[in-house]
């Protein structure tokens, strides 16, 4: 066997590992927990919500991943939704005066959202490792032909 048909047999095999985990569900549990979705051993946060820039553990290119503000955005209409029910479910039961609904309901809104922060932005993180574009842009218009 050549050389150049055993380095085409190993190429074959990555593509086939390749196309295996687009479909694999572990990077994304990894990331949820928190941990990297590479090797699911490192720390994937540096402090509440900051990126590590590599992992320590299996040294894996973090720097390039970005969620914007997707993670954000779908929380708030979580908590939201949560929230919104709960305390119109509560005003039609027992009809509570409205200060109480403030003391309950707002503090409730924001520590739900600072809870599923950290899981729905390993979330999109393990969603973009997966899929294979962390912090990939599309062509911008003017260069699409």
Known sequence: MSSGSARNDLQ??????????????RPVRHAVAGRCPACGRGALFQGFLKVRPVCA??????AGIHTGDGAA???????????????????????????????????LVAALSLALMRPGKGLMIGLQFRNRHEGRMDAPMKDRA
């Open 12 to 25: 074959a095999a990555r593509d086939e590992q390749s196309r295996a985990d687009l479909h694999s569900a």
């Open 57 to 62: 553990e299996c040294g894996q290119d973090l």
């Open 73 to 107: 955005t779908f929380i708030m209409q979580i908590a939201g939704f949560v929230v919104g029910f709960s305390a119109l479910y509560v005003e039609v039961a027992w009809r509570p005066p409205m200060w109480l609904h403030l003391v309950v309901w707002l503090p």
